[in-house]
């Protein structure tokens, strides 16, 4: 067997935790989780997530009467999720993470921190998605970009819900270059047969020569390309609307995203 390919079931026996979440109790640990999403965009009482620790389990959730998380720049998207860094440059400036449309001006000051940014290792989620087709849910990890380049992204999972039903799904895998030179764009949908309103475990083994992309300990995807520098973990429920009012009917809110673990 070649040791530098990843092979169909993922073996873990190689790998040492270095770092978890389980969600026990009933606070965030905040030495691992920023509960906001990219506030340098916006601010951390508009980008703050809501969310609850209950079980065992987190629970993120879109409220009916919740804001959009950044008019300004993005419109009536509405966010609840977590990230484990920050980083960004002064007020008015363009420096900052995930710098998603051209035009972008950092709105409030951040302190800058990076709680857990690893480079290289096995990375896992235990999570239920949902299927209402104005919500996608996401684990992904983004570059912790102190230098502008550093910016790629490695998408582990995204769950749009008009791409659920009970017996499969298409589940968004791969890279994105974003403003790295050095990274070619290699995202695909893949349609698995599993109802992912229930839990399962999505997972990205990443090298330095390639990101192999696993459902349940099941290989889905390769993508051989190498990102050598920190990135951080993104966490999130995400509501798509074309104005102020919600897009879905009072019975459905609270949305959720679910999660049972995250494993480093």
Not at 129 to 154: C, H, K, T
């Amino acid at each position: 067997m070649d040791p530098t390919q990843p092979i169909e079931v993922l073996d873990r026996a190689s790998y040492e935790l270095e770092g978890e979440a389980t969600f026990e109790g009933t606070e965030l640990d905040s030495s691992i989780w920023v509960p906001a999403h990219l506030p340098q965009w916006s601010s951390r009482s508009a980008a703050a997530a809501r969310l609850e620790l209950s079980e065992g389990t987190l629970r993120l959730r879109i409220y009916a009467d919740q804001g959009p998380w950044c008019p300004e720049f993005d419109g009536w998207l509405r966010v609840s999720s977590l990230q484990t860094g920050v980083f960004a440059g002064p007020v008015g400036s363009g420096i900052g993470q995930h710098r998603f449309r051209d035009g972008l001006v950092v709105r409030e000051a951040q302190e800058n921190v990076a709680l857990y940014t690893p480079a290289y290792g096995l990375f896992e989620v235990r999570a239920k998605a949902l299927d209402d087709p104005a919500n996608m849910v996401a684990f992904w990890m983004i570059g912790y970009e102190d230098q502008p380049e550093r910016s790629g992204e490695i998408l582990i999972m995204e769950i749009f819900g008009r791409d659920v039903s009970p017996t499969s799904a298409a589940i968004g895998m791969g890279v994105r270059s974003h403003h790295d030179p050095a990274i070619a764009d290699a995202f695909s949908q893949e349609r698995l047969d599993i109802d992912v309103r229930e839990f399962h475990e999505y997972a990205a083994e990443w090298t330095p020569d390639r990101v192999a992309f696993y459902v349940d300990s099941r290989l889905v995807k390769v993508v051989s390309q190498a990102i050598d520098y920190p990135m951080q973990f993104m966490l999130g429920i995400y509501e798509f609307a074309d104005g102020p009012e919600p897009p879905s009917a009072p019975e459905r809110y609270p949305k959720e995203f679910v999660v049972d673990w995250f494993r480093g």
